[in-house]
């Protein structure tokens, strides 16, 4: 079979995410991987001004107290970007370890959102140990400072207090009002129009994601997500769209973040380097458009536009990389449901015929007495299910 490896983005916080973070933390196996990991976050911590314990959610808890054996925190820390970005990716990647990869026929890999630092790893195929660890530790510290200056420039304004209750009043599911919306049931030209029109009044919303044909993510205030919401809230009922906010804290893949990827350049010299596409031994498919990024001179440049600035144009790169590589075989490495989801949708009607393996992760639910049990972490729950993404 021919392989394309497949990482999800934010979709893939869902309720299984922490216990297997600290189910792969407490595995003998992956020791040296979660030392990195952890020396890699107080370098962060140290790094950001003024220094402090790398701390996002409700809890208040440092990532590394969240990845310990019992902390009482709860998915809720998960509706931090921040937080959120940082597991999904350290789990993607102590999966793709030298000793535990699955080498067997892998053609490609593509990543939905934030997913793409992971497909990008993927991609680079590192056979030492040391050189993997190396590459892991540089890509961290991108993510973490991507998501911490996404963070700090996102605009704080808080929406109408009651324009948030009547919304959260008629509201059936989804989080409440926050950066990113997601809406299905709509033609892509309608939606288009919709925004094009509401902007001209002064707004700023863009049209971030399109992950199938009639499901798309709008970024921006969530003030003006409101508004927008509101104005065509008759005409999204009549017609049966579907509208929910996301648990997103970053409008990603939207122009309101050009200040944060300029941040980000100026902490490239803390960061580190990541070699050029021309390491790339297997194709690493783009989000914005069908290209293969073993054509790019700099990868980092590439994540921070594709996952900070550019739209997302699912169908259009899904069908380009399955075409491209000869793709039979899909391995979806999680760790939610969504990027999977979106990838059949997309795929509908092809006349390729295609099989979509889920990888089988550790659970530290299922963990006891240094045994460990292997399940689909992939399956989708409930924070999976308020997440568009």
Do not use: K
Request: with cysteine; proline share 6%; charged share 20%.
């Amino acid at each position: 079979m021919r392989t394309l490896l497949l990482f999800d983005g934010l979709g893939g916080t869902n309720d299984n995410l922490l216990p297997a973070l600290r189910g792969l933390f407490a595995t003998p196996e992956n020791a040296a991987y979660c030392q990195v990991v952890r020396e890699t976050l107080d370098q962060v911590a140290a790094y950001l001004d003024p220094p402090a314990p790398a701390r996002s959610g409700p809890a208040d808890l440092p990532l590394r107290q969240w990845l310990g054996p019992a902390t009482g925190a709860s998915d809720e820390v998960l509706h931090n970007s921040v937080s959120a970005g940082l597991c999904v990716h350290i789990l993607q990647v102590c999966h793709l370890q030298p000793a535990r990869r699955r080498a067997e026929g892998v053609v490609g890999s593509l990543g939905h959102s934030i997913g793409l630092l992971a497909a990008m790893i993927a991609g680079m195929r590192l056979r030492r140990m040391d050189e993997f660890l190396d590459v892991a530790a540089v890509c961290l510290r991108l993510l973490a400072l991507t998501l911490v200056r996404g963070h700090q420039l996102t605009t704080a304004a808080t929406p109408d207090a009651d324009a948030v209750d009547r919304y959260l009043a008629n509201a059936r599911r989804g989080a409440p009002p926050g950066p990113m919306a997601s809406l299905s049931g709509l033609p892509r030209d309608d939606l288009r129009g919709i925004v094009a029109a509401f902007n001209t009044g002064g707004g700023s919303l863009s049209v971030s994601l399109a992950n199938s044909p009639d499901t798309y993510v709008l970024s921006g205030a969530a003030g003006e997500l409101l508004d927008l919401y509101f104005d065509h809230e008759a005409l999204f009922e009549r017609t049966g769209v579907s509208w929910a906010f996301l648990t997103t804290t970053i409008p990603f893949h939207s122009a309101h973040l050009a200040p944060a990827a300029e941040r980000v350049g100026g902490d490239l010299h803390f960061i580190g380097d990541l070699p050029g596409g021309d390491r790339l031994r297997l194709p690493v498919y783009a989000t914005d458009g069908p290209r293969n990024l073993q054509g790019s001179s700099d990868l980092v440049e590439e994540f921070l536009n594709q996952v900070l600035l550019r739209p997302i144009e699912w169908e259009l790169v899904t069908r380009h990389a399955i075409d491209d590589a000869a793709v039979d075989h899909i391995v979806d490495c999680g760790p939610g449901p969504a990027a999977r989801r979106f990838t059949r949708e997309c795929l509908r009607g092809s006349a390729r015929r295609l099989v979509f393996e889920p990888i089988q992760q550790f659970s530290a639910a299922q963990a006891t007495g240094g045994q460990h049990a292997v399940s689909a972490l992939s399956r989708p729950g409930r924070a999976a299910q308020r997440n568009g993404r």
